[in-house]
């Protein structure tokens, strides 16, 4: 039998680690001869990461579950807000308060990342945005980085925001002629590096950086680590909606750095 140990390191935050786990005179006794081993001869996975993180096309076949348990919600979710059927194969993210930025926003869906790379790839379909609307894909920690479309003053952009000060800061904009677009934050967790890039296509085939890198910072009031988050939240006017065609998850990163 195998348990969670977790070490707190003040400077971080809670280290899990998987260790053996005996029972004697009825009590739980960890580790082997009292310590932790540094290895564990555990069958390796089969998969990306099996029930961490996985794509999502948002199909759903009729009895199906609505989000598998690799999907996680930021805050308690407003379900009368968000639908996989409204649009089939589509995830709607529908605006029903406004907030001052992707912190405070209430559906915003998220899936961890993962090292030592990791990426995740997202469409958005912002045809029905109202001004003042934002939304995209998030890593989401209180040092976030976005990529996403802003509608406003009757036109769209395509944003790259980053909260590394602790401050949120618009590093670029792009017009956005388009009512679709598809963004990218690519993740390096190598050798400490704790990096993160972000990208747009126009076409699905070629990828375009936007902003400034993002050195990844860990705190406690957001102590799971960075996650992708898919987003839409309002500044001004609610009512607006925003269409995910996918969600696309991989362990490599692809553009140049």
């Not at 580790?31 to 081993?37: E, H, K, N, Q, S």
């Not at 993210?93 to 990342?113: I, Y």
């Not at 000060?165 to 904009?173: D, K």
């Amino acid at each position: 039998m195998c348990s969670f140990l977790c070490r707190y390191d003040c400077s971080v935050a809670l280290f899990p680690y998987l260790v053996p786990v005996t029972w004697q005179y009825g009590w739980p006794v960890l580790g082997i001869d009292g310590r932790a081993p540094d290895m564990l001869d555990l069958p390796a996975g089969k998969g990306l990461i099996p029930g961490i993180v996985a794509s999502d096309e948002f199909d759903r076949a009729p009895g199906e579950r609505a989000l598998p348990l690799v999907w996680q919600w930021n805050h308690n979710p407003d379900d009368m807000l968000w639908s996989l059927t409204q649009r089939p194969g589509f995830l709607r993210l529908t605006t029903g308060r406004v907030d001052a930025d992707v912190l405070s926003a209430r559906n915003t869906l998220t899936q961890r990342t993962i090292g030592p790379d990791s990426a995740g790839t997202t469409a958005v379909d912002a045809s029905r945005m109202k001004d003042g609307d934002v939304a995209g894909l998030v890593l989401l920690q209180k040092h976030y980085g976005l990529v996403g479309v802003k509608a406003e003053g009757g036109t769209r952009h395509l944003v790259m925001v980053s909260a590394e000060s602790g401050s949120p800061v618009e590093a670029q904009r792009v017009p956005l002629s388009q009512p679709t677009v598809l963004v990218k934050a690519e993740c390096d967790f190598r050798d400490l590096r704790d990096e993160a890039r972000f990208f747009y296509s126009l076409d699905g085939r070629s990828w375009t950086p936007i902003g400034s890198a993002l050195k990844m910072k860990y705190t406690l009031p957001h102590f799971m680590g960075y996650r992708f988050g898919l987003f839409h939240y309002a500044t001004r006017t609610t009512g607006g909606f925003v269409d995910f065609d996918h969600f696309r998850v991989s362990d490599r990163i692809t553009e140049k750095r």
